[in-house]
């Protein structure tokens, strides 16, 4: 429940952003390169100490594998992170690049 939400948020690192997350990911997967945009954003949640943290991403020419390693450190981090909106484009150049863009979330205290 909400309770284990909490503890996970206040153990998260000092200073955490999704920006910042997301940024170092991408960087561990080799896909930083390939980002066209990250648009943060928040809105607050009614009564609720939390406000919800988004940033879309748009990522361009990934490869399939790319593309769900990325997902995948996203839905695993211990940071109570989301993904709530995936599109997927096929890429410009011939072959199996993949153009995505992907809305992730969580909870900033």
Known sequence: GTHNNEAQLKNRAKGFTLFSF??????????????????????????????????????????MEQLVNFLHGVETSPDLIWIKRVSLAKGEKEGELLNAV????TFQL
Request: hydrophobic share 35%; net charge positive; charged share 15%.
């Open 22 to 63: 997301l940024d170092t990911l991408a960087g561990k997967s080799g896909i930083k390169q390939n980002i066209i945009y990250m648009k943060p954003s928040s809105s607050n949640m009614k009564n609720s100490p939390y406000s919800l943290s988004m940033v879309e991403m748009k990522i361009n020419n990934l490869t």
């Open 102 to 105: 992907l809305l992730v979330e």
